[in-house]
């Protein structure tokens, strides 16, 4: 069974920056990949950023050259630093694991203010 625990969501103006975490645990066999994902009231949830055990990134068009994201595999931990955020970045962002399953973490509110 694996769990994953996000940190770092909150309320921050637009220009601002804002660091999530996501820790993975449990009985982990192999990480393919890791990443986020977001969903807005109304819409649909979409893929922001991912990497893949072979540090391949993957990122929405929306958040290129404004977010990156990184990993720590010694910790099973994925980090996406978020810069210039527009009002548009607010919603629930789920942190993603895929393995021979899927997983998603609980969600971390980032609000940005215009």
């Known amino acids: 069974q694996v769990q994953l625990v996000e940190s770092g969501g909150g309320l921050v103006q637009a220009g601002g920056s804002l660091r999530l975490s996501c820790a993975a645990s449990?009985?982990?066999?192999?990480?393919?990949?890791m990443g986020w994902y977001r969903q807005a009231p109304g819409k649909q949830r979409e893929l922001v950023a991912l990497i893949t055990s072979g540090d391949s990134t993957n990122f929405a068009d929306s958040v290129k050259g404004r977010f990156t994201i990184s990993r720590d595999n010694a910790k099973n931990t994925v980090y996406l630093q978020m810069n210039s955020l527009k009002p548009e970045d607010t919603a629930v962002y789920y942190c993603?694991?895929?393995?021979?399953?899927?997983?998603w973490g609980q969600g971390t509110q980032v609000t940005v203010s215009s």
């Open positions: 993603y694991l895929r393995s021979v399953f899927v997983v």
């Open positions: 449990g009985s982990i066999f192999r990480i393919n990949a």
